[in-house]
């Protein structure tokens, strides 16, 4: 793992919080969309909080889709989740909301969750092989040492 | 009957959010590092992959599919319900798909952070 991927990662966590709390915020002011006011969608998406919630939206997908190029599915979505974490506690300090209980619990698994995937090796499956190799990089050894559990299989290959 | 209705659509919501995510990352796997893509041949090139790759365009489809769907079962059930247990169903899915149609190493450790994850999701949403 380089910088950098932490980077993507990083922006794949604020990008999703951010692009959902801003929807959520503008259609808020917007009120409810139907079926047969259709244009009420046209005065949601000229909304700012909107429009920029869009924006921050495709750029969560652009770094998603990033991210799955270099890492697994297995790794991308717990190491992405502290989202949810960063919500809540945008809820409290910013909103001053109150958390339940039961709801810090839910922060301290998903935190427990984003530790466990986040110590082991980012990609392991052996498609790496034929996508890897056919751009010249070493796809059967990566593939091989990610078999056999190397937890240092990645880091091996990259730059 | 009303929260059949609700399950099966959680369900559905769940099943499409998973063939997207599979979809996409596989389709993402095809085009290859885009860190390493983009240095070597630049930007365009991998837009150019992207776009030319028929999995991200299924999975793009089926991630759409699951949105409207989600919007379905909300006006079926409560928020309360829905959302958090189509997320956390959805991490669970995920690390089935990705062993079985991916053949990632879900190991011991992914499964607990997965478990985790779609716990705490529940808890925090719910």
């Known amino acids: 793992m380089t910088f950098r991927k932490y980077l993507v990662l990083a922006g794949v966590t604020v990008f999703a919080a951010a692009g959902d709390s801003m929807l959520s915020y503008g259609m808020k002011q917007t009120g409810s969309i139907s079926i047969h006011h259709l244009q009420g969608l046209i005065s949601a998406v000229l909304n700012p909080y909107v429009a920029v919630g869009i924006l921050l939206l495709l750029a969560f997908f652009a770094a998603y889709m990033n991210a799955l190029s270099w890492a697994d599915l297995t790794y991308v979505l717990p190491a992405t989740s502290l989202g949810y974490v960063l919500l809540a506690l945008v809820a409290k300090f910013a909103l001053h909301e109150q958390i339940s209980l039961l709801r810090w619990l839910g922060i301290v698994l998903i935190s427990g969750g984003v530790g466990f995937v986040a110590g082991g090796p980012a990609l392991t499956h052996d498609e790496s092989q034929s996508a890897i190799s056919s751009d010249g990089r070493p796809g059967p050894l990566l593939a091989k040492s990610a078999r056999s559990g190397a937890p240092q299989s990645c880091e091996g290959a990259e730059l | ?126």
Request: charged content about 15%.
């Open chain 2, 1 to 126: 009957m009303r929260h059949v209705y609700t399950w099966v659509g959680i369900l559905v919501v769940v099943f499409f959010s998973v063939v997207g995510d599979v979809l996409m990352a596989r389709a993402m796997k095809q085009v290859g590092d885009v860190h390493e893509l983009w240095r070597r041949s630049g930007l365009w090139l991998v837009v150019g992959r992207v776009l030319s790759n028929s999995n991200f365009f299924m999975g793009v489809t089926a991630m759409a599919v699951a949105f409207f769907s989600l919007l379905f079962a909300l006006s079926w059930g409560d928020v309360s319900l829905v959302a958090p247990a189509a997320a956390s169903l959805t991490f669970i899915g995920n690390a089935f798909a990705a062993k079985i149609f991916l053949h990632e190493k879900v190991d011991r450790r992914r499964w607990i952070a997965a478990v985790l994850v779609a716990g705490g999701v529940a808890l925090l949403a719910g």
